[in-house]
């Protein structure tokens, strides 16, 4: 009976290394195609582009409209593929079609129109939420993103509003 305790044990803890592996690993894998951009932004970063994009505003009105959630983003790391790849779309498009959510992972959008698709899928690490996934296809674009940081419900709230709001 120990022994079926410990084997159920392993294979839970072995499904979350997976589905973490999954999504960071498909964004590694995209970001090996020549044509892809990779580009990684930390926190110290984030608050300087920030800031001068504020200090720029004549109006004062990007300040009013940055979202409360980007303060709390530690890193952001995006992966672009502005060519056509039917391979690394297909890629993207099983992996993401066969990602099943578990009581870390947590599918928030998934939306699909025409060749467009979107998803946004939370990990959570307790109460907080460590990381948004965010994927994008089009008919010629690939965009991953993964923010990093210490996110509550809101938050997410608040990303999925800003990244539905010109779908509409």
């Given amino acids: 009976m120990k022994?079926?305790?410990?084997?159920?044990?392993?294979?839970?803890?072995?499904?979350?290394?997976?589905?973490a592996q999954e999504?960071?690993?498909?964004?590694?894998?995209?970001?090996?195609?020549?044509?892809?951009?990779?580009q990684v932004v930390d926190k110290a970063m984030l608050g300087t582009s920030m800031a001068q994009a504020q200090a720029q505003d004549p109006?004062?009105?990007?300040k009013s409209k940055m979202p409360s959630f980007m303060q709390k983003i530690d890193s952001i790391q995006v992966v672009t593929l502005e060519e056509d790849a039917p391979d690394t779309r297909n890629m993207v498009l099983?992996?993401?079609?066969s990602f099943k959510d578990d009581d870390t992972y947590s599918t928030l959008v998934r939306v699909k129109d025409g060749?467009?698709?979107?998803?946004?899928?939370?990990?959570?690490?307790?109460?907080?939420?460590s990381d948004v996934y965010i994927f994008v296809m089009d008919e010629e674009d690939i965009v991953?993103?993964?923010?990093?940081?210490?996110?509550?419900?809101?938050?997410?709230?608040?990303?999925?509003?800003?990244?539905?709001?010109n779908k509409k």
């Fill in 94 to 97: 099983n992996t993401l079609n």
């Fill in 3 to 19: 022994k079926f305790i410990v084997f159920f044990i392993l294979i839970l803890a072995g499904t979350h290394i997976v589905t």
């Fill in 115 to 129: 060749e467009d698709n979107v998803r946004i899928i939370a990990k959570r690490n307790g109460e907080t939420v």
């Fill in 59 to 62: 109006t004062g009105n990007l």
């Fill in 23 to 38: 999504l960071d690993g498909l964004m590694k894998e995209v970001a090996k195609n020549e044509k892809a951009q990779r």
């Fill in 144 to 165: 991953l993103v993964k923010m990093s940081g210490k996110l509550e419900q809101s938050d997410l709230e608040d990303i999925v509003k800003e990244q539905t709001k």
